[in-house]
């Protein structure tokens, strides 16, 4: 069930006077309708895959019973669900790439199967390793009932696609009923709608206008054309899953829980290292917590930091799939964080020339590691590359409509930071009918101004 | 409770990650927010009455789905009569001017 369709927005209506309505009526039937509604969710694309989702639940709840008294019982429950999710994202891959080396020894080729990819199964994994670790930790106590942890781990709003909540974050909420008399719907509405518009409008019109068509087949295009689906792509998967965040945080708040912001205007930042701190935010934190910190952080030589940073970034890069792809990506955000360590180009420039200098090769670096990302293997890459210079090429495909979308994209990051808090303040006052009226009307706006169908968040696939 | 809106928050928000709420946060009880979904779905529903039509005749024959369609076709008649589709696809015109 994706967020912009009318389905959702019936599954949502239900959802949200049932839940207020058992906040009021019948508080302790809040959490397992909670879950019971979040499995339909997700049922909706496989009920057989609910079954998964809530085994690596329980398995998760069941480890944190003992991982207190006994670190082997972490181990456990973090290489089991690391296990599980190797298993349905890495086997193919790594199969495929072991035939050759089993040929040329001999043997005959391995078997390619089809897994088929539970949606937001790398989401939802990290949050039971979160649980686990948090317990272990002290962070959190661990549930001695499993209803906490699987609300945790299914709540719908960011089951499919993040953000990955903390348990330590979330499971005190899950405890505690919601106030139904302090809900947060004027800064819940502008969320969804924002992200709604960054989805609808802006990532499905230039995903299909130049981004699909010129990394399907680049070399039938020319410079200006691949150089705008390059900059459009890197617009459209900040539109799209910043777009996918920020709804699933409005839901969330409507829906009295809340939670933390995913991404913070990521292509105003003046450095990489800036860039991760606004970036995917819970993805880049739960990799530094549960990651970069346990294998020594900064805290060693120079070497062993970027060491460090490179197999944060590169094991990054393969949580989102397994593809060379995703590796180089990966790769190339180390390497980049490495050099400007090492440089001591984390400060900020004071100049205004050293400041665009500073942006301009911060942000191209990222145009360039997510064409890495986005291409189907390395030789689109290379085509692509190659393309770029290849002024004999006519480009065609280029509209100024396309690049006013690609513009905005990028001019939306340097709106003043507390623009929503400005909005909110603006509607606040009015009536909760008026309000209604307003959101509504907006909803209606964004449905009219997008290209018709609704292409899947990019982040589902992950 | 973490919620921030909520002024009796006892635990802080994760360190150094910004947030979209705070204790300044505007809110409103339950009862004001549903019915300010209500109206806003409705508006929803009033220009997108031709698709909803379309989605009621695609459905499976079962019990209760006459009643479905029927429901649909009285809501695109109302909005029809005071030419609301008419006006969204006006507006849906001029939104898409320079699409490829």
């Known amino acids: ?462 | 409770m973490r919620q921030p809106w909520l002024h009796t928050a006892d635990t802080p928000a994760p360190r150094g990650v910004p947030d979209d709420f705070s204790p300044h946060s505007a809110t409103r009880s339950a009862g004001g927010v549903t019915l300010a979904v209500g109206i806003a779905l409705v508006v929803m529903a009033a220009g997108r009455s031709p698709e909803i039509l379309d989605a009621a005749y695609g459905l499976p024959v079962v019990a209760g789905t006459e009643t479905v369609i029927a429901v649909a076709e009285v809501w695109d008649g109302a909005m029809q009569a005071i030419g609301v589709p008419m006006v969204v696809e006006t507006v849906r015109g001029v939104l898409s001017a320079g699409r490829g």
């Open chain 1, 1 to 462: 069930m994706l967020f912009p369709t009318g389905i959702f927005a019936l599954f949502f209506a239900v959802v949200f006077a049932t839940h207020w309505l058992l906040v009021r009526a019948a508080p302790a039937l809040v959490r397992p309708f909670l879950l019971v509604a979040s499995l339909a969710f997700y049922g909706f694309w496989s009920i057989p895959f609910c079954a998964a989702l809530l085994a690596i639940g329980l398995f998760a709840w069941a480890i944190g019973l003992k991982v207190r008294d006994d670190e082997n019982w972490l181990i456990l429950g973090v290489g089991g669900t690391l296990g599980w999710l190797a298993y349905f994202k890495y086997t193919g891959f790594l199969l495929r790439e072991a035939t050759p080396l089993a040929v040329s020894l001999g043997f005959p080729p391995l078997p390619a199967p089809e897994i088929l990819l539970p949606v937001g199964i790398s989401f939802y994994c990290f949050q039971a390793i979160s649980y686990m670790v948090d317990v272990r930790r002290g962070d959190v106590a661990a549930e001695r009932s499993p209803l906490n942890v699987l609300v945790y781990l299914t709540f719908f709003p960011h089951l499919a696609a993040g953000p990955i909540v903390r348990a330590a974050h979330f499971l005190p909420q899950v405890a505690a009923l919601p106030d139904r008399w302090r809900v947060p719907l004027a800064m819940g509405g502008l969320l969804i709608l924002g992200g709604l518009f960054k989805k609808m409008v802006l990532a499905n019109e230039i995903a299909t206008g130049i981004v699909d068509p010129v990394f399907r087949d680049p070399a039938s295009y020319g410079p200006f054309d691949i150089a705008l689906a390059a900059y459009g792509y890197t617009i459209q998967i900040w539109c799209d899953f910043s777009g996918y965040s920020d709804i699933a945080i409005g839901l969330a708040a409507l829906l009295g829980y809340h939670f933390p912001k995913n991404f913070d205007q990521p292509f105003r930042a003046l450095s990489l290292s800036e860039f991760w701190r606004r970036w995917h935010i819970s993805l880049s934190t739960w990799l530094r917590d549960y990651l970069y910190k346990p294998l020594g952080g900064s805290r060693g030589t120079e070497g062993r930091t970027a060491r460090n940073l490179m197999l944060t970034m590169v094991l990054g890069g393969i949580w989102h799939g397994a593809a060379w792809t995703f590796v180089a990506w990966g790769a190339l955000h180390g390497a980049a964080l490495v050099i400007e360590r090492a440089l001591g180009l984390r400060a900020v420039p004071s100049g205004w020339v050293g400041r665009i200098l500073r942006w301009a090769i911060t942000f191209h670096i990222v145009v360039a590691a997510f064409v890495l990302f986005r291409a189907p293997d390395l030789a689109t890459v290379g085509t692509m590359a190659a393309g770029l210079v290849d002024v004999e090429m006519p480009s065609e495909a280029w509209t100024w409509r396309l690049l006013a979308f690609v513009a905005l994209g990028l001019a939306l990051h340097f709106l003043p930071a507390d623009l929503r808090q400005r909005s909110e303040a603006v509607l606040a006052p009015l009536h909760p009918a008026l309000l209604g009226l307003v959101f509504g009307a907006l909803l209606l706006g964004i449905l009219l101004a997008a290209p018709e169908g609704v292409a899947p968040f990019i982040y589902f696939q992950f």
